[in-house]
């Protein structure tokens, strides 16, 4: 008899984890726009009607920055793998003593997956040069951000 009683407790105490509904498991919240690597901060200074912080997402192309799907296509042209896009100008490169203007700005951010902390200026040659294969993203001097 005692063991018929411990053996009817036992299954008096498991019926309930043996009948309970099962765990569902929390919906997985949605993404939030633009949760991806491809993003930066561009900050333009002293080039007239372009100045101004711009936020840019890619992939797709949104943000605050007036020109953000011609400035994406750009830089997805420019983007080669194991490349710094936006490596500055060599200290050993010959430049012309050109000067393009006071114009200055900085990218913060992502890029292709690797940080981006780049600045720019129109200082010599090398670096109009330089600026202006980042034109959307920066902006042409004199330009108007909505061109």
Known sequence: MPLRRLTLAAVAALAPALFAAPAVAAPMPLPLPYEHGDHLTVTVTDS???DGTYELYCH???GTHPRAKK???QLDGQTRWGKDTFAPVSPDAMCTMIYGGDQKARVTGTWAGRPVDARFNRTNGCEIARWNKF???LGDPGST???
């Open 48 to 50: 007239g009607s372009f």
């Open 145 to 147: 951000p909505k061109d």
């Open 71 to 73: 400035a994406c296509a």
């Open 135 to 137: 034109s959307e993203l």
């Open 60 to 62: 797709p192309a949104g």
